[in-house]
């Protein structure tokens, strides 16, 4: 996902262990002892005194209790006091996104991704031609002369349609198939590879997980400030992925107890934005990795697509 402004940066690092001590004693009203007057020159007229200030003499000063010259370990900043698993992920997309109408150039039908509709991230194309089959691709940048980041060819009529993603490290490129919705089945179903690190050797695996597109018409679909009803992204895996992420599933729970980790719905009262789509939980953490990511989003506009064909 696009990488975000970390919140915790801070231009100035927290007091140190011991300024906080100090600042902890003032607070009890325990203050140290003064600092002794030192001896008054001979040769300096005494100055007189008023009721309101007790030295008006701008050169006079005082001396501190000496303290050992010890070298201190300059204090930590935020990012670096937080615990690995506090800190924000790497992200392809935003944690909400759009779709809105650009442009259309012949039987191509162009549209631009993004938080907002002056700053497009990706394009994407929408090409239905002369036969049934169709075909979608997100481009990996905001103009449609940007390689493909993901593509999907289906006929709309069909049970299974398969999504083309970038090919994992050292593996051979591979569609992954998505399961249309039937009537006994009312989802679009996928399993895709996640990153899994393996505490023992440090090492990032990948290990599959099972998903569902469902349709719903819950709160969180009407946060969206969409249509009532739309359509989840359901997590089936139970196990929390390691690193312990603070926001990793927390997303609303579906019907039967499993993470939504996504929502998705049509836009409404607007001639430009189409659609919108969010991350939620475990998916907003960032830690199912950008291959997820991509294809979260990529069958959610199969689904926007297919509903805008069927009215």
């Known amino acids: 996902m696009a990488n975000r402004n970390n919140i915790f940066d801070d231009a100035e690092p927290p007091p140190s262990y011991e300024e906080a001590i100090i600042g902890s004693s003032r607070n009890n009203n325990q203050r140290p002892p003064p600092p002794p007057t ?3 020159s001979p040769r300096s007229p005494r100055s007189p005194r008023s009721p309101n200030n007790h030295d008006q003499n701008p050169d006079r000063k005082t001396s501190s209790p000496s303290t050992p010259t010890t070298p201190r370990t300059p204090a930590q900043t935020f990012q670096q006091i937080l615990p690995q698993s506090q800190q924000i992920v790497n992200r392809q997309f935003p944690p909400a ?42 481009h990996n940048g905001p103009s449609a002369d940007h390689p493909p980041l993901a593509n999907v060819a289906y006929d709309p009529l069909a049970r299974t349609l398969n999504v083309h993603l970038p090919p994992l490290p050292g593996r051979p490129a591979a569609p992954v198939a998505v399961q249309a919705p039937t009537p006994m089945k009312p989802r679009f179903a996928f399993s895709v590879e996640i990153p899994w690190p393996d505490p ?23 946060g969206l400030g969409g249509r009532s009803q739309g359509w989840k992204l359901v997590r089936l895996a139970n196990e929390l992925p390691p690193g312990g992420i603070t926001v990793a599933g927390g997303g609303p729970p579906s019907g039967d107890g499993h993470e939504v980790v996504a929502i998705c719905a049509q836009a409404v009262m607007s001639m430009t934005k189409l659609w919108k789509f969010a991350f939620t939980g475990t998916g907003v953490s960032g830690a199912l990795g950008e291959r997820w990511a991509v294809m979260a989003v990529v069958t959610g506009l199969v689904i926007w697509d297919q509903e805008s064909r069927n009215g």
């Open 38 to 40: 030192p001896p008054r």
């Open 97 to 138: 996104i759009n779709l809105y109408r650009d442009a259309f150039t012949g039987r191509a039908s162009i549209f631009s991704l993004g938080e907002h509709q002056s700053s497009p991230l990706y394009a994407v194309t929408a090409w239905s031609g002369w036969s049934a089959h169709a075909t979608l691709v997100l």
């Open 200 to 222: 023992g050797s440090g090492v990032t695996i990948y290990r599959k997980e099972s998903y569902e597109w469902r349709r719903s018409s819950s709160m969180a679909i009407g």
